[in-house]
């Protein structure tokens, strides 16, 4: 058999709320495939009888994923294409798939994408917290002496920092906040895409407050965004110092000051626009 008669593991993105979000090659692609694998096929089902689609379906969760592996390459080897969706969103995103995936690739077999809905990429579009550079932490742990510890883990990152939360455990996950971060600025998504959607902004004592006058507030699924911490004088000159010398050992090569600056961007942090202005600035120093 030849590697274009073999069968391809689509991973695709459906919504997270507004079905109208999902993209037409998603719709195209889920009534092509021979076999769709879902987190809850039960939950799945609702949304292919939405879209008059008519596949067979497998389970697909962190209980059995190991277990699928092997089917499924099979099927694939077969020649048939599989599809891997989640309950919503986009698979693999703190949700099952990865697993799968690894093995699928280790073993030679072709993984596609087919990007869409994206929980944590749409909080922070409308957050108004800065996204040039965040960490996404999943689910934080349930018990509150494991979720202060992981939070003051990160306590220090200048990143935004992003987390999904369940709503039985918003007010608890707030109270630690407030505990380990103090009065820093979070941004709240609730319910995104739908009729409900609501984004929340404050320190963690203020949107606790907030839940607790209206407990409509603390329903549905969240995005929990923390804004980075602010970097000390003695952290700035460090980085600075360090980029100083990063750049002219590159610019000292020949490299271009615009990949120079995207290098120690990427190297370092900070604004690529930071890096760009210094580099031009050495270069004109020689």
């Given at each position: 058999?030849?590697?274009?008669?073999?069968?391809?593991?689509?991973?695709?993105?459906?919504?997270?709320?507004?079905?109208?979000?999902?993209?037409?090659?998603?719709?195209?692609?889920?009534?092509?495939?021979?076999?769709?694998?879902?987190?809850?096929?039960?939950?799945?089902?609702?949304?292919?009888?939405?879209?008059?689609?008519?596949?067979?379906?497998?389970?697909?969760?962190?209980?059995?994923?190991?277990?699928?592996?092997?089917?499924?390459?099979?099927?694939?080897?077969?020649?048939?294409?599989?599809?891997?969706?989640?309950?919503?969103g986009t698979p693999l995103i703190s949700d099952p798939g990865f697993v799968l995936v690894r093995a699928l690739r280790e073993r030679g077999a072709r993984v596609v994408p087919v990007p869409g809905a994206c929980a944590l990429v749409a909080a922070l579009?409308?957050?108004?917290?800065?996204?040039?550079?965040?960490?996404?932490?999943?689910?934080?742990?349930?018990?509150?002496g494991a979720r202060r510890a992981r939070l003051e883990a990160l306590v220090t990152r200048d990143e935004t920092l992003v987390f999904y939360e369940s709503p039985h455990r918003i007010r608890d996950t707030l109270s630690d906040l407030a505990a380990v971060?103090?009065?820093?600025?979070?941004?709240?998504?609730?319910?995104?895409?739908?009729?409900?959607?609501?984004?929340?902004?404050?320190?963690?004592?203020?949107?606790?407050?907030?839940?607790?006058?209206?407990?409509?507030?603390?329903?549905?699924?969240?995005?929990?965004?923390?804004?980075?911490?602010?970097?000390?004088?003695?952290?700035?000159?460090?980085?600075?110092?360090?980029?100083?010398?990063?750049?002219?050992?590159?610019?000292?090569?020949?490299?271009?000051?615009?990949?120079?600056?995207?290098?120690?961007?990427?190297?370092?942090?900070?604004?690529?626009?930071?890096?760009?202005?210094?580099?031009?600035?050495?270069?004109?120093?020689?």
């Amino acid at each position: 058999m030849t590697e274009s008669s073999k069968g391809t593991l689509y991973v695709v993105a459906t919504p997270i709320g507004n079905l109208g979000d999902l993209s037409a090659r998603a719709r195209d692609v889920l009534a092509s495939v021979a076999l769709i694998a879902a987190e809850d096929t039960r939950h799945s089902s609702r949304l292919l009888r939405h879209l008059g689609i008519d596949c067979p379906m497998l389970s697909l969760h962190e209980h059995n994923e190991a277990s699928r592996v092997a089917p499924l390459f099979a099927r694939l080897e077969a020649g048939e294409d599989v599809a891997l969706i989640s309950d919503a969103g986009t698979p693999l995103i703190s949700d099952p798939g990865f697993v799968l995936v690894r093995a699928l690739r280790e073993r030679g077999a072709r993984v596609v994408p087919v990007p869409g809905a994206c929980a944590l990429v749409a909080a922070l579009s409308a957050s108004g917290l800065p996204t040039d550079r965040f960490l996404f932490a999943g689910f934080l742990p349930a018990r509150s002496g494991a979720r202060r510890a992981r939070l003051e883990a990160l306590v220090t990152r200048d990143e935004t920092l992003v987390f999904y939360e369940s709503p039985h455990r918003i007010r608890d996950t707030l109270s630690d906040l407030a505990a380990v971060f103090g009065d820093r600025r979070l941004v709240l998504a609730r319910e995104l895409t739908k009729t409900f959607e609501t984004f929340l902004d404050g320190s963690a004592d203020t949107l606790l407050e907030t839940l607790e006058a209206d407990p409509d507030q603390a329903r549905g699924e969240f995005v929990v965004m923390v804004e980075g911490a602010e970097q000390t004088d003695a952290d700035t000159d460090g980085a600075e110092a360090e980029g100083r010398r990063v750049l002219a050992a590159m610019l000292g090569e020949g490299v271009g000051v615009k990949q120079a600056a995207a290098v120690t961007a990427k190297l370092l942090g900070g604004r690529k626009k930071a890096w760009y202005d210094l580099a031009l600035s050495l270069k004109a120093d020689g």
